[in-house]
C-alpha cells in the first residue's frame, strides 16, 4: 500500500532473492550440524538444549534480530560511529591476548569466556574494520591520490591484521588483506599504489614460505608447530627431509609417522568430499561422519562442506556454491547501486569478506588451500562466526534500502 504523501521510491525494500538464499544456507547448516555432531556418541546423549544444533539455532536467531537492527539503522548514521567501533574491536583483540582474559584453546588464544559463550573478538574485528575504512575513504577521489591517505589506511588495515595473528589466528588476519585492497580498488586509489603494495606483500609471502618450506631449524622464523606442519602438509615436503644429514633411520620414520599424522585430517576431509559420488550416501549416511575418520572438533565448523559433499554429492555440493554465489552476485549488485561512495565501499568490503571465507573454507576442504581454521558463512558451527556472518549481511541489506534515499 502506498500512503498519501510518502515517496514510494523511498520506502525500504529488502532484498528478497539474497535473503531467500541465506534462509536457506541456514536450514542446511541446521540439518548437517545435526548430522556431524548427533553420530558421536559422547554428544547425541546430552540434553536437547545443550546440542550443538539447538545452539546453532539460537545463534541464528540472535543474528537475524542483530542484523534487523542494523537494516533498520540508515548507514550514514552507523558510519558517524564507525571509528568508534573500530577501536572498541582493537581493545578487544588486545584483550584477548592478556592471560586470563583471553581463553586458551588448541594452541591459541583467540576467545573471551563469557561463562557459557565463547566470545571471538576477530570475527566481529572483521566488520568494524570494514566500517571504518569504509568512512576513511569515502572521501573526494583527490585526497585518495596523497600518500599519506593511502598509508593511514594501510594502517587501518594492519592494526587488527597484526593483533589477529599474534593471537595466532592465521586465516581470520588474511581474509582482511583482500578486503582492504578490493575497498581501496574501489575507493579509487591510484593504482600504482596499489600495485606497488601487492609486490612488496608478493615478495614478503614468498620469503616467508621460503623460510618455512627451505631454511634450515636454526634460520626459520618462530611459528606454532601446528602452523608449520599445515604448511609443510599443504606443499606436500616430506618431513624427512627435515631430519638432517646425521638423523638416523629411527628419526626418520618417526619424522615419516608424524608427517602421516599432521596430513591425517586434510586427507579425511578430501576422502568425504570426494566419496559422495554424484548424490551422496544420504542425510546421516556418512561413512567418514559417521564412523569418526573426520576430525571431531571440527566437522561441524570447518569442515562441515565435507560433511554435505559426502552425504549430498557433488549435486548437495553445487546447490551450496550456488546458494553463495547468489549471495555474492546479489551483493556485487547492491555495490553497483548504490547512490554514494560510503554504500559502494561498505557493500564491496562485506562482499569480498564472504567471498574470501567461502573460496579458503571450500579450498582447505578440497585441499586447494591450506587449512586455516576459516569458518564457512552460515554453515559452519560458532555462535561468533554465525553472529558475524549475519550481522554483515545486514550491512548489505541496510545499503539496499537506503539505496534510493540520496
Same mark, same amino acid.
Given at each position: ?190 593504482? +600504482?599504489?596499489? !600495485?606497488?603494495?601487492?609486490?612488496? =606483500? /608478493?615478495?614478503?609471502?614468498? $620469503? &616467508? ?129 548504490? +547512490?554514494?561512495? !560510503?554504500?559502494?565501499?561498505?557493500? =564491496? /568490503?562485506?562482499?569480498?569478506? $564472504? &567471498? ?51
Amino acid at each position: 500500500m502506498i500512503f498519501p504523501g510518502i515517496n514510494n521510491q523511498r520506502q525500504p525494500r529488502i532484498d528478497l532473492v539474497q535473503l531467500g538464499a541465506v534462509l536457506v544456507l541456514m536450514l542446511i547448516s541446521i540439518a548437517f550440524v545435526y548430522s556431524a555432531t548427533m553420530s558421536n556418541d559422547s554428544t547425541s546423549g546430552l540434553a536437547w538444549y545443550r546440542q550443538s544444533y539447538f545452539r546453532q539455532m539460537v545463534w541464528f536467531t540472535l543474528g537475524l534480530g542483530a542484523a534487523g537492527v542494523v537494516c533498520v539503522i540508515d548507514y550514514h548514521a552507523l558510519s558517524r560511529w564507525a571509528f568508534v567501533g573500530y577501536w572498541v574491536a582493537i581493545l578487544f583483540l588486545v584483550a584477548v591476548l592478556i592471560p586470563h582474559v583471553g581463553s586458551m584453546r588448541y594452541g591459541a588464544r583467540r576467545w573471551v569466556d563469557l561463562g557459557g559463550f565463547q566470545f571471538q573478538p576477530s570475527e566481529f574485528a572483521k566488520l568494524a574494520f570494514i566500517m571504518a575504512q569504509a568512512h576513511f575513504l569515502s572521501r573526494p577521489v583527490d585526497e585518495l591520490r596523497q600518500r599519506r591517505i593511502f598509508w593511514k589506511a594501510i594502517g587501518l588495515m594492519l592494526l587488527p591484521f597484526l593483533l589477529i595473528m599474534k593471537e595466532p589466528d592465521l586465516g581470520s588476519g588474511l581474509v582482511l588483506l583482500p578486503t582492504g585492497l578490493a575497498m581501496l580498488l574501489a575507493a579509487g586509489t591510484p593504482k +600504482r599504489y596499489l !600495485l606497488q603494495l601487492i609486490s612488496i =606483500v /608478493g615478495i614478503l609471502a614468498g $620469503l &616467508f614460505l621460503a623460510d618455512v618450506l627451505y631454511a634450515p631449524p636454526k634460520y626459520r622464523l618462530k611459528m606454532q608447530e601446528y602452523q608449520k606442519s599445515r604448511l609443510l602438509v599443504y606443499f606436500n615436503r616430506n618431513y624427512a627431509d627435515y631430519a638432517g644429514p646425521d638423523a638416523s633411520e629411527a628419526e626418520r620414520k618417526k619424522m615419516r609417522e608424524q608427517q602421516f599424522n599432521d596430513s591425517l585430517n586434510v586427507r579425511q576431509a578430501l576422502i568425504a568430499a570426494g566419496s559422495g559420488g554424484l548424490t551422496g550416501k544420504g542425510w546421516r549416511n556418512g561413512q567418514q561422519n559417521a564412523l569418526g575418520f573426520l576430525p571431531q572438533a571440527g566437522k561441524h565448523n570447518d569442515f562441515i562442506f565435507s560433511v554435505i559433499a559426502e552425504e549430498k554429492g557433488f549435486f548437495g555440493s553445487v546447490i551450496v556454491i550456488t546458494l553463495y554465489s547468489v549471495i555474492l552476485f546479489t551483493g556485487i549488485r547492491i555495490a553497483g547501486q548504490a +547512490r554514494d561512495r !560510503l554504500g559502494k565501499l561498505l557493500a =564491496v /568490503g562485506v562482499v569480498t569478506l $564472504l &567471498f574470501s571465507h567461502v573460496f579458503i573454507n571450500i579450498g582447505m576442504n578440497i585441499r586447494i588451500m591450506p587449512v586455516t581454521g576459516v569458518p564457512l558463512p552460515l554453515l559452519s558451527y560458532g555462535g561468533s562466526s554465525v553472529l558475524g556472518s549475519l550481522i554483515a549481511i545486514g550491512m548489505l541489506q541496510n545499503v539496499h534500502i537506503y539505496r534510493k534515499a540520496y
